[in-house]
């Protein structure tokens, strides 16, 4: 089956609809009785708000149903829009910003198989009507506060695969809808055997009756594919930077990220051997937009980039993000945790601590970005994490050891991390360390001396 198409009549106001099942399902969305999405339509220039139901968060935003980009396959959530998961639909308004003549309404999803199918209801008002309540909840039906019942749209095939792309196009055969400035689409689950039915909104298009004619609008884009791979100056390590998601930050990845990846991921490599130890020789650089509050992360030999805060950090510590993350691609601790039956287990404030290490004291000491300051002293103590436990790192290093970090990796990669290599390594134990580095700070910055409580203890 290439398509299943249909049509259903509301009075004069057809619905027709086709699906492309996911072997037929190309990004451009081509139909043979559906349009295909537009960009630069009605609703492109026009606001959805979400006005009854919860957004998954997983999913793109309103922006993508009208933002004229299309998913690039199957099942790209940040691509689409759609509510939340294990609950039933939900509605969104579409203000249109002034009364226009409707020509059509078309709506565009894509998923691998439940979210697939569209099951919905469309409204339509001009506002104007005395009982019109602008974004009526679940409880209310539409059509009893202003608004007209356009459409009833369920594309949900009646056996057979329901995964793959739907096309739906509302018209009427005089060419108009009639004259509304508000949409709004109550949209239901297309199942509930499972919490994955609502769908994958695309795409939806509003066209203006009295708007250039349809083949002048343009064809809405897939998300292309944007992956740039590159090699290490040495040549030995390859990596690939997935942009797809964030076309506008390729240009900056290109001229300021990749060289310094090209330089010091084989440095970091250099840095950090032990016996036996091959570092990733393939890594992947991903930009993504669904990693909630986490700036970067890393696992196996993959870097994830959250979208959002690169985009704001981009002048301050968005490289240097990048760098400890390549660290942890390097440190590959949970190795022989796997395989050694006595594994110790390394604790969180020294594997966070060496990254923040190599980037703050190594790759950007000119940015002074791990300093102890009288702000941040009553904080300063060994196991502070990150750049706290960077500083303390870097005296302890200066001070006792030039080979300390290397050890301690060698020593956390083998799942041999315990206390006793402090003073094994310094001829101090850890505590005496942490006191020694802390006075030394309050030294420095000229503050009081401490009480014995203050200064002793790791609670
Ligand atoms: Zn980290």
Same mark, same amino acid.
């Given at each position: /089956?290439?398509?299943l198409?249909?049509?259903?009549?509301?009075?004069?106001?057809? %619905?027709?609809?086709?699906?492309n099942?996911?072997?037929?399902?190309?990004?451009?969305?081509?139909?043979?009785? %559906?349009?295909?999405? /537009?960009?630069?339509?009605?609703?492109?220039?026009?606001?959805?708000? &979400? %006005?009854?139901?919860? /957004?998954?968060?997983?999913?793109?935003?309103?922006?993508?149903?009208?933002?004229?980009?299309? +998913?690039?396959?199957e099942?790209?959530?940040?691509?689409n829009f759609f509510?939340?998961a294990?609950?039933?639909?939900?509605? &969104?308004? @579409?203000?249109?910003?002034?009364v226009?003549?409707?020509?059509?309404?078309?709506?565009?999803?894509?998923?691998?198989?439940?979210r697939?199918?569209?099951?919905?209801?469309?409204?339509?008002?001009?506002g104007?009507?005395e009982?019109?309540?602008? #974004?009526?909840?679940?409880?209310n039906?539409?059509a009893?506060?202003?608004?007209?019942?356009i459409?009833?749209?369920?594309?949900?095939?009646?056996?057979?695969e329901?995964? $793959?792309?739907?096309?739906v196009?509302i018209?009427? *055969?005089?060419?108009?809808?009639?004259?509304?400035?508000y949409?709004?689409?109550?949209c239901?689950?297309?199942?509930?055997?499972d919490?994955?039915?609502?769908?994958f909104?695309?795409e939806?298009?509003? %066209?203006?009756?009295?708007?250039?004619?349809?083949?002048? @609008?343009?064809?809405?884009?897939?998300?292309? +594919?944007?992956?740039?791979?590159f !090699?290490a100056?040495? =040549?030995?390590y390859?990596?690939?930077?997935? &942009?797809?998601?964030?076309?506008? @930050?390729?240009?900056?990845?290109e001229?300021?990220?990749?060289?310094?990846?090209?330089?010091?991921?084989?440095?970091?490599?250099?840095?950090?051997?032990?016996?036996?130890?091959?570092?990733p020789?393939?890594?992947?650089?991903?930009?993504r937009?669904?990693? =909630?509050?986490? +700036?970067?992360?890393?696992?196996?030999s993959?870097?994830?980039?959250?979208?959002g805060?690169?985009?704001?950090?981009?002048? $301050?510590? *968005?490289?240097?993000?990048?760098?400890h993350?390549?660290?942890?691609?390097?440190?590959?601790y949970?190795?022989?945790r796997?395989?050694?039956?006595?594994?110790?287990?390394?604790?969180g404030?020294? !594997?966070?601590?060496i990254?923040?290490?190599?980037?703050?004291?190594?790759?950007? +000491?000119?940015?002074?970005?791990?300093?102890?300051?009288?702000?941040?002293?009553?904080?300063? #103590?060994?196991?502070?994490?990150y750049?706290?436990?960077a500083?303390? &790192?870097?005296?302890?290093?200066e001070?006792?050891?030039?080979?300390?970090?290397?050890k301690l990796?060698?020593?956390?990669?083998?799942? #041999?991390?315990?206390?006793?290599?402090?003073?094994?390594?310094? =001829?101090?134990?850890?505590?005496e360390l942490?006191?020694?580095?802390?006075?030394?700070?309050?030294?420095?910055?000229?503050?009081?001396?401490?009480?014995?409580?203050?200064?002793?203890?790791?609670?």
């Amino acid at each position: /089956m290439i398509a299943l198409s249909a049509v259903v009549s509301l009075g004069d106001i057809q %619905v027709a609809f086709e699906h492309n099942d996911s072997a037929h399902a190309g990004p451009a969305f081509r139909f043979r009785n %559906v349009p295909p999405p /537009m960009r630069g339509d009605a609703a492109a220039r026009a606001n959805f708000t &979400l %006005v009854d139901g919860v /957004m998954d968060r997983n999913s793109g935003g309103l922006e993508r149903l009208n933002d004229g980009r299309l +998913p690039a396959e199957e099942d790209q959530p940040a691509e689409n829009f759609f509510f939340n998961a294990g609950t039933d639909g939900g509605r &969104l308004q @579409l203000d249109l910003g002034s009364v226009i003549e409707i020509k059509r309404v078309s709506s565009y999803s894509w998923h691998s198989s439940d979210r697939g199918p569209q099951v919905y209801r469309l409204y339509a008002s001009d506002g104007t009507d005395e009982k019109f309540e602008g #974004r009526p909840k679940g409880g209310n039906d539409p059509a009893q506060c202003g608004w007209r019942l356009i459409a009833s749209v369920d594309t949900r095939p009646a056996s057979g695969e329901r995964g $793959g792309q739907y096309g739906v196009n509302i018209s009427n *055969a005089d060419g108009s809808l009639g004259r509304y400035r508000y949409l709004l689409f109550a949209c239901s689950q297309t199942e509930s055997d499972d919490p994955f039915g609502n769908t994958f909104y695309s795409e939806i298009d509003v %066209v203006d009756a009295n708007a250039p004619p349809t083949d002048e @609008l343009l064809a809405a884009q897939p998300a292309e +594919p944007i992956q740039k791979t590159f !090699t290490a100056a040495d =040549g030995k390590y390859q990596f690939t930077m997935d &942009l797809t998601l964030a076309p506008d @930050l390729a240009e900056w990845a290109e001229q300021e990220l990749q060289p310094v990846v090209q330089e010091w991921y084989p440095k970091i490599v250099a840095m950090l051997p032990s016996e036996g130890f091959e570092a990733p020789a393939r890594v992947t650089i991903v930009f993504r937009d669904n990693m =909630g509050g986490t +700036p970067a992360s890393a696992g196996g030999s993959r870097i994830n980039c959250n979208i959002g805060w690169f985009r704001r950090n981009l002048k $301050g510590e *968005a490289v240097g993000s990048v760098v400890h993350e390549m660290v942890h691609i390097v440190q590959q601790y949970g190795r022989a945790r796997r395989n050694n039956p006595n594994a110790t287990r390394t604790p969180g404030w020294v !594997t966070e601590g060496i990254p923040d290490y190599i980037r703050w004291f190594l790759y950007e +000491p000119q940015s002074k970005g791990a300093e102890i300051t009288a702000r941040n002293f009553a904080r300063a #103590r060994y196991d502070g994490n990150y750049r706290i436990t960077a500083n303390f &790192l870097n005296w302890v290093i200066e001070k006792y050891d030039q080979e300390l970090h290397v050890k301690l990796n060698a020593a956390a990669r083998e799942s #041999r991390y315990e206390e006793g290599l402090w003073k094994q390594y310094t =001829g101090k134990t850890l505590q005496e360390l942490g006191d020694e580095w802390r006075e030394a700070h309050r030294v420095r910055l000229g503050l009081p001396p401490e009480s014995n409580e203050a200064t002793s203890g790791t609670n």
